[in-house]
């Protein structure tokens, strides 16, 4: 079958302007070491005194610890969505790869939180959750409350979060990749998987079932390393339940 002329939109230019988050790769990495450095400061600060603290200066270590994640929060956004919009750029999976591990270090420094809260006496637990200076991370605090028996020891997270960089999300950044690069013909067209399946809202009830078809036969061509991926995430996933002490896969939602 012949290729059909591309239809034009208009928007084949268009790309996210994320400068507004960041200007460049140097504002970047000072909002990361900031992060870093914060985290460093608020863990050397409260690190074994949670369960003596008093509710006011618990609410100003939970604002210390809410501008850390947000921080690295946004600049993790930040390299997400870079890479998202070119999976096949290695300068943009160089940089998510550094956000990454950064990110983890962050976190790594701030798991005495959930680990030091789970600790703590229950009941004294529900009557800080209670106290009005508390009331802006009470559900964050509610959640934490609920999953304190799967916590394990901060050694224990600490290799968990530190393993996860080349364990779970690394197998999911190459389950993106592999999709960002793959080709999948309609009508003679090599289009990209969300550029196809877009078509599938045609009116063309002709075009939907070719859509159908070429969608089908790329996704078989990857069948193999595409489900050897999604197998790998499921034992990860089990073997980190199976530690924490889930009874089920669906019981840490």
Do not use: C
């Amino acid at each position: 079958m012949s290729a059909e002329p591309a239809v034009l939109t208009g928007a084949e230019e268009v790309r996210w302007d994320l400068s507004d988050l960041y200007p460049s790769d140097d504002a970047l990495a000072a909002d990361l070491d900031l992060a870093e450095a914060d985290a460093l400061a608020l863990a050397g600060r409260y690190r074994g005194t949670l369960a003596t603290l008093d509710a006011a200066t618990l609410a100003e270590a939970f604002a210390a610890l809410a501008e850390v994640h947000d921080r690295a929060g946004r600049a993790y956004t930040y390299a997400y969505l870079a890479w998202s919009t070119d999976t096949e750029s290695a300068e943009a999976g160089a940089r998510l790869q550094r956000v990454r591990e950064a990110y983890s270090r962050i976190g790594q420094e701030l798991l005495f939180v959930d680990v030091e809260w789970a600790r703590m006496d229950p009941e004294h637990t529900r009557a800080l959750i209670e106290e009005d200076v508390l009331a802006p991370y009470r559900h964050y605090l509610e959640l934490k409350t609920e999953a304190r028996d799967h916590v394990l020891s901060e050694p224990e997270e600490r290799i968990l979060s530190e393993k996860s960089v080349t364990g779970w999300s690394a197998w999911n950044r190459f389950f993106d990749e592999t999709l960002g690069a793959a080709r999948f013909t309609v009508r003679g067209e090599a289009l990209p998987l969300q550029q196809a399946t877009s078509k599938l809202h045609d009116a063309d009830r002709g075009l939907r079932r070719d859509v159908h078809a070429g969608v089908t036969e790329g996704l078989a061509d990857l069948q193999r390393p595409l489900a050897y991926v999604f197998n790998t995430i499921l034992a990860d996933k089990a073997s980190s339940d199976k530690l924490r002490g889930y009874d089920s896969w669906i019981a840490s939602r």
